[in-house]
């Protein structure tokens, strides 16, 4: 069979624009879902065969329901991300901006416009849809007046473009990940990043800093870190940490096994291809070639002794 793709729906989201940047997307089965752990859930039970889901936006942060699918949820492993540029429109059927009463959209798209609608629209209600494209769905059957969505979303619903480009912050990008069942990840490229979950032992002082020495300590830069509360106790954390590099990378492998040993639960969320930018250059320490000499030195010393 082949491969489908779940996405977060209905047809017209950010989601579904980051889906279709996807050459192998093309001509593939798509499947729009009412919501994130819908997504997640098409995954897990094999209805999909990959997810796609909003992780973080450079303006609002991180999606906390995507992390959560990841973090807590049985396991999910990402094998792609997309960056895709977010702007926004106001669309309505017809009426003009002075006439607008209600203006629904997804809270994450609120957020990214609130300055915009503050100045000019000072008097709206502002309502709650789970997607942009549901709210520019909404507006289409008469419930709302206007939707803050995607141009693409209001084209589909037959919406008229009162405002573009509303958006408080130009440039802003939504991070989207995709995730599969767990399996081997993608082949190492160079340029590649790696996510995972720590849960460390309370009950251990500096237990924090102690990872993030075993990753300093292998010259392995960061690029994020979150933390999100573990349910099953109060003051008790999970951290998410993504950095550059692959799980086959020597260094970056060292470096798991060896939270793997200190922490009280380390879960792999994937190697996959980096999106965005260029993996700095690594020191001479820090390269393949260093670690191999190093495994070569100590076993020549376990089997033979110091050398001169």
């Not at 859930?41 to 991180?62: K, Y």
């Not at 009463?101 to 000019?120: D, E, K, N």
């Not at 260094?251 to 999106?275: H, K, Q, T, W």
Request: aromatic share 6%.
């Amino acid at each position: 069979m082949p491969d489908s793709y779940a996405y977060l729906g209905p047809a017209g989201t950010f989601a579904q624009q980051a889906l279709l940047t996807i050459p192998e997307v093309e001509g593939a089965p798509m499947m729009p879902c009412s919501g994130v752990p819908a997504v997640a859930a098409a995954v897990r039970d094999g209805s999909a065969t990959f997810g796609l889901m909003p992780l973080e936006n450079s303006v609002e942060g991180p999606v906390p329901t995507t992390t959560d699918e990841l973090v807590l949820g049985e396991p999910l492993q990402i094998v792609r991300e997309v960056f895709l540029p977010v702007s926004f429109v106001v669309a309505s059927r017809g009426a003009q901006l002075d006439e607008l009463r209600t203006l629904v959209s997804h809270p994450h798209a609120h957020a990214q416009v609130r300055g915009w609608v503050r100045s000019h629209l000072p008097d709206v209600d502002v309502v709650t849809a789970a997607s942009t494209a549901e709210a520019a769905s909404l507006v289409a059957q008469g419930k709302y007046d206007a939707a803050v969505c995607a141009s693409i979303a209001a084209a589909n619903n037959g919406l008229t473009v009162l405002a573009d480009g509303v958006e408080d912050t130009t440039g802003a990008v939504t991070r989207f990940v995709v995730a599969a069942l767990p399996g081997p990840p993608p082949a190492m490229t160079g340029n590649d990043r790696t996510t995972f979950v720590v849960h460390i032992r309370q009950e251990q002082p500096g237990a924090l800093s102690g990872v993030l020495v075993e990753l300093a300590a292998r010259s392995i830069n960061l690029t994020r870190i979150e933390s999100r509360p573990w349910r099953e106790r109060i003051g008790e954390y999970h951290f998410i940490l993504e950095c550059e590099g692959h799980i086959a990378d020597p260094r970056v492998g060292d470096a798991l096994a060896a939270l793997f040993r200190i922490c009280a639960e380390v879960r792999f969320i994937g190697s996959y291809p980096r999106a965005d930018r260029a993996n700095g250059a690594l020191p001479e320490q820090a390269r393949d070639a260093a670690f191999a000499d190093a495994a070569r030195w100590l076993a020549s010393t376990r089997e033979h002794g110091a050398r001169r």
